[in-house]
């Protein structure tokens, strides 16, 4: 079927039947080794690859109807996925960049990016500069001949800031510059940076995709003009295989079948955070809430062009860290909790938790204040959030 004309909802539902077994839900080949048999081995010293079956850290039938489906779901032209997110990032930059290279990279990133470009790329020869990246002239600034690749997040974590896509596409491919964007705090449902030409989309399909908090796993997509049509094999065969990090089959059919509801899921968590937001802002003992749907948001009109919706995503500053701990502490209904996208409303302290290793003025000047407590909105119903909020909020002040 052409489904170039499905609305996106339908997009996350469909894919064609399994041709052995007409199968609706694409079966688990939960098999690390597969046989040589009839012309395989005839085919695979002739040079065939993603064609036949050869061993799962190669690639896995089940991992290749994932990367298909999200392939159509990002509008990309193909798809990589690998354990986690962090190996998608990893893996993206190590297949674009060499040793002796520049990167620009945003200054807010999630915690594990921002300490890779901040202390240990430069264990591997690659040279940094981390900027503001709503702010073209800084980057237009940070470009040197060496350059070869621009890194922002969509929807930064946990700043929830927009930088202008189509703006930084054109300055970086301007100097033949590779953009590489971290789509998992809007996903597919409210961004798609490959329509505002972003070569590289990177996101852990951990949260969003996956949707259930059940499965780490990882993708790459590319719709490029300055890459090789090709890239994203050349990453699977030279730096994935090399590197070790494939997902596994298990995960990705969890994470395939999670998808197919991202698109309702989306839906409800957007009108639930919209609302939420709102709430937070009236609210006295709240000092300030960061949501990019809210007019108020720095980057409200870059938002309003890019993303679909505003996202389910934000973060809310209160009087001191203790006082945030005590009221996610106080929770019920919404999780304490490490991760996002699920859903399950979770929360956490950015600040002394996924950014604790970084030093507090480093933190500060990234916009993570003590006090910012951040929220992933789920699927409960608006209502009850907002009654398990008020309540852990009263609780710390009685
Ligand atoms: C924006 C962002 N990118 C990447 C990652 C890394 O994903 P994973 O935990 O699947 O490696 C995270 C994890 O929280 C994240 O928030």
Not at 83 to 101: E, N, P, R, T, Y
Not at 145 to 153: A, C, D, I
């Amino acid at each position: 079927m052409d489904n170039s004309d499905l609305n996106f909802a339908s997009l996350a539902v469909f894919y064609e039947p399994e041709e052995y077994s007409l199968s609706i839900n694409y079966p688990l080949y939960m098999s690390a080794n597969f046989e040589y048999g009839g012309d395989t081995y005839d085919r695979i010293t002739q040079g065939a690859r993603k064609d036949v079956n050869i061993y799962s850290r190669c690639g896995n039938p089940t991992e290749y109807q994932f990367e298909e489906h999200v392939a159509r779901l990002a509008g990309g032209t193909a798809c990589l996925a690998t354990a986690s997110g962090m190996a998608a990032i990893s893996h993206a930059l190590f297949g674009v960049m060499k040793a002796g290279d520049h990167v620009i990279a945003d200054l807010t990133t999630y915690s594990s990016t921002h300490e890779f470009f901040d202390h240990r790329a430069c264990d591997f020869g690659l040279d940094v500069t981390l900027v503001d990246c709503t702010d073209v002239a800084r980057v237009r600034a940070a470009i040197r001949p060496e350059t070869k690749v621009l890194y922002f997040e969509a929807i930064a974590n946990p700043t929830m800031k927009v930088a202008p896509m189509a703006e930084l596409v054109a300055l970086a491919h301007a100097h033949g510059i590779v953009v590489i964007c971290d789509n998992t705090f809007a996903s597919p449902a409210i961004c798609r940076p490959h329509d505002f030409g972003v070569d590289v989309v990177v996101e852990s399909a951990t949260k969003f995709i996956g949707g259930h908090n059940d499965a780490v796993g990882g993708v790459i997509t590319q719709k490029s003009d300055i890459l090789p049509a090709d890239w994203l094999e050349d990453v699977r065969w030279n730096t994935l295989n090399k590197l070790g990090a494939p997902i596994s089959p298990f995960n990705a059919w969890l994470l395939l079948r999670g998808a197919q509801t991202l698109a309702l899921r989306a839906e409800r968590q957007c009108q639930s955070a919209a609302k939420i937001a709102a709430w937070l802002r009236d609210h006295p003992q709240v000092e300030r809430v960061f949501y990019p749907g809210l007019e108020t948001h720095p980057n409200h009109a870059a938002a309003k062009i890019q993303l679909r919706d505003f996202g389910c995503m934000m973060s809310f500053k209160v009087a001191t860290e203790e006082m945030g701990v005590q009221i996610l502490k106080n929770l019920k209904l919404c999780a304490f909790a490490a991760s996002l996208g699920g859903v399950r409303t979770t929360t956490q302290m950015p600040g002394t938790m996924a950014f604790l290793d970084i030093p507090l003025q480093e933190r500060i000047a990234m916009g993570i204040e003590p006090g910012l407590v951040r929220i992933s909105v789920g699927i409960e119903h608006v209502d009850d959030i907002i009654a398990d909020l008020d309540q852990a909020i009263k609780a710390v002040l009685a």
